[in-house]
């Protein structure tokens, strides 16, 4: 098996600038998001991973340029998410140049999107991002708007049901682990690999490289998605990989 | 001599990002290219190079192929027939097939006589689509492959895919990925070469692969 496991670092992105910055190279601007994804290509980044959280849909014009001048300037894959509620939505994200397009609460909302939107442009551009939080034992649930509205939707149910409608690939993060630098939820993020057949990111805890590895190869992760630790230049895309690889992960090193 | 190099545009995705990582291709390899981006026919018959990428099914590529008047035909008489360089790109590579088997059967062009299938991997806890990045492990000396390192410790490509070509001629295979079992990365006869990977999106290999096509001279 030679397939690697990505490091995917994620900046939030708000009117067309990075939210906080990203303060881990000596960046021109540490506020634009095409700065910083050139960074993290140099860098040796697998992915990179946009999430808009731009308030009002009418300033979201902005984001497209974003996402143009990033696949223009980084050859990486790229995906992007946040406020992606139709199948047009999702075409002016591709044809800006994202590869993959991340559906949130339009896919909650109405699950049938997520069968539209794989039939149209192929289940392998369409990430469904799951918010899950523990609720009981044994149980986590979805919750939309960043963890304040419950669903009451089983998460592990939820992941098979989306991937049984084209889902291509999983973007998991803990509510409850998210900022806390505290590690993925390992029971959450197994449970949910395990229960379907396509890749699934783990995201929401990362502090320490350790964490990294322990998404892998205890919560069976195809991925690792991680902001805080790159951005305020905690750790180094390349130090990330290196411990990573002698933990004994398969990673990219060129 | 500038030379020109047409990438197929049949309303299959973003192609803006492709022609940016063949201009930069080209610029760091020192090649005078023109590169356009077109579903004009005239425009890839008078072509020094014709690109065919595609992302997204089989049967939908090939049915947005035969909605441009004209290309099919064009691409036959020009890479068949005049035998100009030619590189598909993933499903732009699976539509070289006689058939693919996604959702329905649907025909190829069948210049790489095969199967485009589900890959199915021995091992059954591996994911698909098969996403992310491998090694390529090359079965033939190529001009397309010269300075990419490949095998184990090589450079990495980037794949994703969850149906693969497997051509009837062993000598039309000319790299393999390993995917619990081997799995089709590239082929290449005569003038008609192919990768399953994004050399778009696959960093330092796919831009000296890129560099390696507009050099070629099959």
């Known amino acids: ?254 | 001599m500038t030379q020109s190099v047409a990438i197929i545009d049949y309303g299959s995705g973003n192609l803006h990002s492709a022609a940016k990582a063949f201009e930069r291709a080209a610029a760091e390899s020192g090649v005078a290219a023109t590169i356009r981006v077109t579903s004009d026919p005239a425009v890839v018959r008078a072509a020094d190079r014709i690109v065919l990428p595609g992302v997204g099914a089989f049967a939908d590529c090939r049915c947005g192929l035969d909605a441009v008047s004209g290309m099919v035909e064009v691409l036959e008489d020009v890479v068949r027939g005049k035998q100009r360089p030619f590189l598909g790109i993933c499903v732009g590579m699976q539509l070289l097939a006689s058939r693919g088997l996604e959702y329905t059967v649907t025909d190829g062009l069948g210049w790489i006589p095969g199967d485009v299938a589900l890959i199915r991997p021995t091992d059954e806890s591996l994911k698909i689509p098969h996403m992310g990045w491998n090694n390529l492990h090359a079965q033939d000396e190529h001009p397309l492959l010269a300075g990419i390192e490949t095998g184990p410790g090589g450079l990495h490509a980037y794949f994703v895919h969850s149906y693969a070509l497997t051509p009837e001629r062993a000598e039309d295979v000319l790299a393999l990925t390993e995917y619990g079992g081997p799995v089709t990365a590239m082929v290449a006869r005569g003038n008609i070469a192919g990768t399953q990977f994004h050399p778009e999106k696959s960093q330092k290999l796919g831009l000296k692969l890129i560099s390696n096509f507009l050099g070629w001279t099959p």
């Not at chain 1, 708000?14 to 190279?25: L, Q």
């Not at chain 1, 803990?174 to 690999?193: K, N, P, V, Y």
Request: net charge negative.
């Open chain 1, 1 to 254: 098996m030679s397939l690697k496991t990505r490091i995917i670092p994620c900046l939030d992105v708000k009117d067309g600038r990075v939210v906080k910055g990203v303060k881990f190279v000596d960046l021109v601007d540490a506020g634009d998001p095409v700065e910083a994804a050139k960074a993290y290509d140099a860098a040796g980044a697998d992915e990179l991973c946009f999430l808009d959280i731009t308030a009002s849909h009418e300033d979201r014009g902005i984001l497209f340029d974003v996402v143009t001048r990033t696949a223009e300037a980084c050859f990486m894959p790229l995906t992007v998410g946040g406020g992606v509620r139709t199948v047009d939505d999702i075409r002016k994200l591709l044809l800006a140049g994202a590869d993959k397009v991340a559906i949130m609460t339009a896919a909650v909302q109405r699950r049938a999107f997520v069968k539209e939107a794989a039939e149209k442009f192929g289940d392998q551009c369409i990430v469904v991002a799951i918010d899950a939080k523990k609720v009981a034992p044994e149980r986590w649930e979805i919750f939309t708007h960043g963890g304040r509205n419950a669903t009451g939707l089983d998460a592990v149910a939820y992941a098979r049901e989306v991937v049984s409608l084209g889902a291509g690939e999983l973007l998991l993060t803990s509510m409850d682990r998210d900022g806390t630098g505290a590690g993925f939820d390992l029971d959450l993020t197994s449970r949910i690999a395990d229960a379907v057949s396509v890749p699934v990111i783990a995201s929401g805890g990362v502090g320490t490289l350790d964490h990294l590895v322990d998404g892998v190869r205890e919560g069976h992760a195809s991925a690792v998605l991680a902001a805080s630790i790159f951005h305020f230049g905690t750790f180094t895309i390349p130090q990330a990989k290196a411990h990573m690889a002698a933990a004994g992960l398969a990673m990219r090193l060129d």
